[in-house]
């Protein structure tokens, strides 16, 4: 569970230049106020009055030094060169000292955790994105980056240097008269409390907004994504009713909690930072009155308190906007701290370089993604090098999990998986993977040129061993008709492809990672027959060249195939050619028989 420590947390390694950042904001802050402190005693040289011993030994010091006369002249000139230090002289010091790292700290530690947010997104296991909607991924990412990237510049450059600024000025006045000083931090201390108070209630309803908005932007982005199926089924109107509701529950809780919330604070803390303000200054006149205080002093102890009570408001507004910001915060935070998938592979360049004959054996292989609900039972299965089999069989067999767990996406609950006698979990994963390849029934295609997806698995493929593993998917005529050949951008998720298209991309891409082994994932399922007819020419031509495994419910796919392995409720109940199980008689003959026919296996 994320809490504000992680928030703090998030700019540690910057610690160094934080602390000196802060400092020095705060001391410029403090510094500030020998202002309204040198002005308070150049009224008392105007009027007559004595100063402050300090400024008294300073202007000695500085008559010493110049062997100038200690009279009004010299009194008023040490204070406003004073005055000229703390101002003009700081002005363009303050500056670099300050707002430079507080953006440079801010800046850098986007950067540092943008590539931490990266990799921990290439590390999660894939049953998170089972799970979560990528939009409210992106979202919830995309949040907590931007609103830590400005809170550095709001709490370290604004907060905590105005609080010390409200420090300073407890201290000058309780050195005037400290029975003002003591009213004026208790008034300070019941404020900030109040406010800090009301603010935790509205972090909760902040909270509850950013879940909201999240399943909003959420189905936004669902919406987009299968704007074809909303608009194939007319129903737009349903989409727009339910978004309206969440954005009309979202406007509930702006208005009526949080906004309302806020309005109500800051009603209650103006009016009783005016009540103090005019209390100082009642106190502080029947000080000066009384001959308690001086003028000039009057004058130091109104203008200070003044500035202090004026600086309450932003105060209060600057842990307004932290409140507002925490739960998105918190948010990226808990994404942060997701677990990485046992299946993740390392980031770094690895040496190691696995080259295997493609010998891969299932041995006594059971799994369940709940281990009260098996999905494989005991598989046990020999796939020999450059052999192509075939994995048939109903929904729900087992067929794809066999391959999950063959690129590691998940460890088995019993028995091993080896590739050349070796146990795949022995061996580097990222390595391991790449001498695989898969070609989905849904093929992924990125925003992008034909060529950068084509060489996404090898960006050292030569042009020339592109062409030839476009020539064995049969894509070459379809870049011969594109209008910029291999350069055209295909579009977000390649759009600009049809199913066939992208599934001859996909053999493309994967033929040149130059696999071990290849597996076709109902590569043809959804195609048309001319598509099928072509991607099946493709996988012909692979036989043989590489040990290759199908997955298939269109048994036309598989009849070539060295081994057709038959799986039923997780377990194997036959393996042979498509010859042999046919004469067999078994679960195989009555599939093919009611393909055949036109039926559909279910």
Sequence with gaps: MAKIRHILKYYDRYRPLVIFSVAAASIFEIVDLVVPYATGQILNVLSGQRLDSPINSAIAIVANLTKLPQNRLLSVGVLMGLIFLVTVAKAPIKIWTTWWFHWDIALRTRRDNFKETVAKILTLPLEFYDENNPGRIAGKISKGLENH??????????????????????????????RIAILFLISFVIILSFTLKDLSKLMEQEKRLDKYME???????????????????????LEFKRQKQRLDREFKVVVYRIHLGYIKLGT?????????????????LAATLKGVI????????????????????????L???????????????????QPVGIDAASLGESPLAYDFTGKVEFSHLSFGYDANRPVLQDINLLIEPYQTVALVGRSGSGKST???????????????????????????????????????????VFNGTLLDNLK???????????EEACRIAKLDDVISSLPEGYYTVVGE???????????????????????????????????????????????????????????????????????????DQGKILEVGSHVELLHHGGIYHRLHALQETGELLS
Aim: proline letters at 2%; hydrophobic letters at 45%.
């Design 402 to 444: 066999l391959v999950k767990l063959l690129f590691r996406y998940f460890e088995p609950n019993q028995g091993r998986i080896l590739i050349d006698g070796q146990d795949i979990t022995t061996l580097n994963v990222g390595n391991y993977r790449r001498r695989l390849a898969i070609v989905h029934q849904e093929v992924d």
């Design 215 to 237: 399943n909003t932007q959420s189905r936004n982005s669902e919406i987009i994504t299968n704007i074809k199926t909303v608009k194939a089924f007319g129903a737009e109107p």
């Design 268 to 284: 209650f803390r103006t009016t009783i930072i005016q009540f103090c303000v005019f209390s100082i200054l009642g106190l502080t």
């Design 294 to 317: 001086s003028l000039g002093h009057f004058i130091t102890t109104l203008t200070v308190s003044s500035m202090a009570y004026a600086e309450l408001e932003p105060i209060s507004n």
């Design 493 to 567: 998720r390649g759009v600009r492809l049809s199913g066939g298209q992208r599934q001859r991309l996909g053999i493309a891409r994967a033929l040149l990672v130059n696999p071990d082994v290849l597996i076709f994932d109902e590569a043809t399922s959804s195609l048309d027959y001319e598509s099928e007819r072509l991607i099946q020419l493709a996988m012909r031509e692979l036989q043989g060249t590489r040990t290759t495994i199908i997955i298939a419910h269109r048994l036309s796919t598989v009849r070539e195939a060295d081994k057709i392995v038959v799986l």
């Design 149 to 178: 990237t400005w809170a550095y510049p709001e709490l370290a450059g604004q907060l905590v240097p105005k609080l010390f600024f409200v420090l300073g000025v407890f201290v000058i006045i309780l050195l005037i008269e400290w």
């Design 456 to 466: 996404y698995g090898n960006r050292r493929a030569s042009f020339k061993e592109v």
């Design 319 to 337: 842990a307004e906007v932290f409140a507002r910001r925490y739960a998105s915060m918190l948010g990226y935070h808990e994404f942060m701290q």
